[in-house]
């Protein structure tokens, strides 16, 4: 027995152990970005980063699935290649029902990190996120989402509400004693200070009443220029932004106040502390009584909204 084991042990001393290296190719996860670069749902670029270089023959394996996991149809929707860079690859199976996009054999040689790009005939549904899967021959893997719609928009809101506001500077304006022989202006009159955000501008009317329509009736500025004419009158002598109606602007001004409102100055967009300056005018005969006498003026703003 113990010669033949010495035998045996001599009949091992010519074997030789020889170490073998097992090759494996080099497989990672990758980390890919879906964007959509066409910003209309239907064009896609799958973004590879650098050490997936992919090589002929290589196949290449697109999975587009819903968040949910559920499948996308693909059929009908044109879908029988996609480009890795600037190669064009032709799929397996052409508008697949399953959402599976296979390349079985990659041609073109793509360079290091080539893209993948592809287009849909019909869009991806809006309000709706997507996970693209991705992976190759080489064992390299990743996956991606990206969400379109107002599941990824925040809407902010606000409101700004109308403003309108008229100041006058003064409510009384002395014309002193009033002679035949030339009309008498107000020295200051009143200034009208107007703020508001209309984005059609504003609108001044004026309205006035005299105390004694027949000795001191309404008139024009134009009209009490003539000496010797009776009444009470207005005008605009001044607007720091619009205009005035063109018969209440200046000494010419051609129109009687009265006492129905009338537009005396506007302007078409908001302003902020525009300034109407409106002066009052005076006149009376040989023959008006002697008395004291006023004229009340109402002044109205509107704005366009």
Excluded: C, W
């Excluded at 239907?42 to 394996?61: C, F, Q, W």
């Excluded at 035949?180 to 309205?207: E, F, K």
Aim: aromatic share 4%; proline share 3%.
């Amino acid at each position: 027995m113990r010669a033949s084991f010495r035998s045996a042990l001599a009949g091992l001393s010519g074997l030789a152990i020889v170490a073998s290296t097992l090759v494996v190719p080099t497989a990672m996860a990758v980390n890919i970005a879906v964007t959509d670069s066409g910003d209309d749902r239907t064009t896609i670029t799958v973004e590879l980063p650098a050490g997936v270089d992919l090589a002929t023959s290589d196949s290449v394996t697109l999975v587009l699935r819903d968040a949910t996991g559920a499948v996308v149809d693909l059929s009908g929707n044109n879908v029988d290649t996609f480009d890795i860079g600037s190669n064009t690859q032709t799929l397996s199976d052409s508008n697949p029902s399953d959402g599976i996009m296979i390349v079985s054999s990659v041609t073109g040689d793509p360079a290091d990190g080539d893209d993948i790009s592809l287009t849909f005939n019909s869009a991806l549904a809006d309000n709706t996120a997507y996970v693209f899967s991705y992976s190759d021959s080489q064992g390299n893997t990743g996956a991606a989402m990206i969400n379109y719609g107002t599941a990824s928009q925040v809407i902010v809101t606000a409101t700004v509400v109308p403003t309108l506001a008229m100041n006058i500077s003064t409510t009384n304006a002395d014309l002193g004693t009033l002679s035949s022989s030339a009309v008498v202006d107000s020295t200051g009159g009143s200034t009208v200070t107007i703020t508001t955000n209309a984005v059609g501008g504003y609108s001044l009317s004026a309205s006035a009443a005299s105390s004694d329509a027949t000795d001191m009736p309404l008139a024009s500025r134009n009209a009490l220029g003539t000496p010797g004419t009776p009444g009470f009158g207005l005008y605009v002598s001044a607007v720091s932004t619009g205009s005035a109606a063109a018969g209440f602007d200046g000494t010419t001004a051609s129109t009687a106040v009265s006492g129905s409102a009338q537009e005396i100055a506007s302007h078409n967009a908001p302003v902020d502390s525009a300034t109407v300056d409106v002066k009052y005018s005076g006149g009376i005969s040989a023959t008006t009584p002697a008395g004291s006498y006023n004229m009340t003026t109402t002044y109205t703003i509107s704005g366009s909204f």
